[in-house]
């Protein structure tokens, strides 16, 4: 694997505006976005679900090609590079994004592999009012005090940001201690946690959940998280955002 140099943007939606709601979908697709039947998938979702953000973690993209992603603008912040592929996270949506920043762990998994990777994207809603949106996929292999030290960065690097504000992704929060760390990067940034009806359906490892989806400034109509077996081992989450 080759480390990663470049963060790939597809703007188009410029001058578009946010009506005053939108559908969020979180989902760690396990580098399956190359796949037909995956894309397929997606796109039957995107159009049931009247999306209008994906936040994706795990994604796969052809060097050479756009992502197939119709409609949407999206910023991939890659993580890993061959010489045919690009991975990472990955933002799509169909407002205005003013400003985007990668953000890599300086540690490593298993202190010789990869870094993760996370993505702030700051939009403009509703009336002018700013949405930033930051897309983690929080480090995993490491010792928990690692763990902490990637969050309180990213903490650090938001903290400041004092409109709303939507955090998710797949944060590997499989043990009570990182369960803890996580909980504390939350409430420091004064953020809720969507929860859902169905969470049986969200990824877990040891009894503990992975996928979280946290906001401020914002409120909530409805939350859900599908189950998808055919595709990657962690399933989407859809929450449904309103903009007050």
């Known amino acids: 694997m080759l480390k990663p140099n470049k963060t790939i943007k597809l703007l188009k939606h410029q001058n578009s505006t946010c009506r005053g709601s939108f559908n969020l979908l979180c989902w760690n697709i396990a580098k399956l976005s190359l796949n037909k039947g995956f894309k397929k998938y997606l796109q039957e979702l995107i159009l049931k679900e009247k999306l209008d ?24 912040s890659v993580n890993m590079q061959t010489k045919k592929h690009l991975y990472g996270v990955l933002n799509a949506f169909r407002i205005p994004c003013i ?3 990668r953000v890599l762990t300086s540690a490593k998994e298993l202190s010789f ?3 993760k990777s996370s993505l702030f994207t700051l939009h403009t809603i509703k009336n002018g009012q700013e949405l930033l949106v930051v897309n983690i996929h929080a480090i995993n292999f490491v010792a928990s005090k690692s763990f902490k030290e990637e969050l309180n960065y990213i903490k650090s690097q938001i903290s400041s940001f004092k409109g709303a504000l939507i955090a998710a992704g797949d944060f590997n929060a499989w043990s009570k201690r990182r369960v803890k760390i996580l909980r504390d990067f939350a409430q420091i940034l004064n953020l809720k946690e969507a929860t859902f009806k169905d969470h049986e359906n969200i990824k877990r490892v040891f009894g503990k959940t992975l996928d979280f989806v946290f906001y401020r400034g914002l409120k909530i109509r409805s939350a ?6 055919s595709f990657s081992d962690h399933n989407p989450i859809i929450v449904d955002f309103i903009v007050p």
């Not at 953000?53 to 991939?76: G, P, R, W």
């Open 53 to 76: 953000f994906l936040l994706l973690q795990e994604v796969k993209k052809d060097e050479k090609k756009d992502m197939a992603l119709e409609d949407f603008s999206y910023i991939l």
């Open 99 to 101: 400003e985007d920043r």
């Open 113 to 115: 592999l990869t870094h």
């Open 224 to 229: 859900k998280a599908i189950k998808c077996d």
